[in-house]
T-cell receptor, first 113, second 111 residues
Framework: AQTVTQSQPEMSVQEAETVTLSCTYDTSENNYYLFWYKQPPSRQMILVIRQEAYKQQNATENRFSVNFQKAAKSFSLKISDSQLGDTAMYFCAFTRGNTPLVFGKGTRLSVIA | NAGVTQTPKFRILKIGQSMTLQCTQDMNHNYMYWYRQDPGMGLKLIYYSVGAGITDKGEVPNGYNVSRSTTEDFPLRLELAAPSQTSVYFC??????????FGPGTRLTVL
């Protein structure tokens, strides 16, 4: 069974600084998808970024980028120029595509003014 | 395009009562999911469906039932509510790119 591990329960970062959230996963599959979701205090689950395993290029969405290391089964999220609105729980998730998402336990990020 | 909608937003149940959480999506997605999220925790899969008429159990199905008679609707039924079912419930649907779209959640308290 696939597992997703987020080893940092909580992190904090100063406004305008850069922070990296870690995620590792375990799978024997070669083709799969990885996601980072953000959950602010409103509880709404918001997609931050998506990576397809067969693509070597790391995904980027504005201030958010990933470092996808397929051989190491690592999928970290980098947030640049952190803003107060980035304060939220961040969940890493995995799917083979036709299977439900498997979530990590989350990292609570606080952006400090 | 409303996406995924859930009703109600909040509900308080007494032990032993039953209720149905409603979920509707207007994106014509075949795949739909129900998750629960306990305080400070991640999401756990309760049930999922790959299309109308097809449902399957997830990680934590005990105490719940689902049906999928149409592509749009995927209701979750709680029978004989217990305090352990106090949680926030999320419904989601998935597109062809494997991206899941979540509803706003239902906060359920069982007293």
């Amino acid at each position: 069974a696939q597992t997703v591990t987020q080893s940092q329960p909580e992190m904090s970062v100063q406004e305008a600084e850069t922070v990296t959230l870690s995620c590792t996963y375990d799978t024997s599959e070669n083709n799969y998808y990885l996601f980072w979701y953000k959950q602010p205090p409103s509880r709404q689950m918001i997609l931050v970024i998506r990576q397809e395993a067969y693509k070597q290029q790391n995904a980027t969405e504005n201030r958010f980028s990933v470092n996808f290391q397929k051989a190491a089964k690592s999928f970290s999220l980098k947030i640049s120029d952190s803003q107060l609105g980035d304060t939220a729980m961040y969940f890493c998730a995995f799917t083979r595509g036709n299977t439900p998402l498997v979530f990590g336990k989350g990292t609570r990020l606080s952006v400090i003014a | 395009n409303a996406g995924v909608t859930q009703t109600p937003k909040f509900r308080i149940l007494k032990i032993g009562q039953s209720m149905t959480l409603q979920c509707t999506q207007d994106m014509n997605h075949n795949y739909m999911y129900w998750y629960r999220q306990d305080p400070g925790m991640g999401l756990k899969l309760i049930y999922y469906s790959v299309g109308a008429g097809i449902t399957d159990k997830g990680e934590v199905p005990n105490g719940y039932n689902v049906s999928r008679s149409t592509t749009e609707d995927f209701p979750l039924r709680l029978e004989l509510a217990a305090p352990s079912q106090t949680s926030v419930y999320f419904c989601a649907s998935r597109d062809v790119r494997a991206e899941q779209f979540f509803g706003p959640g239902t906060r359920l308290t069982v007293l």
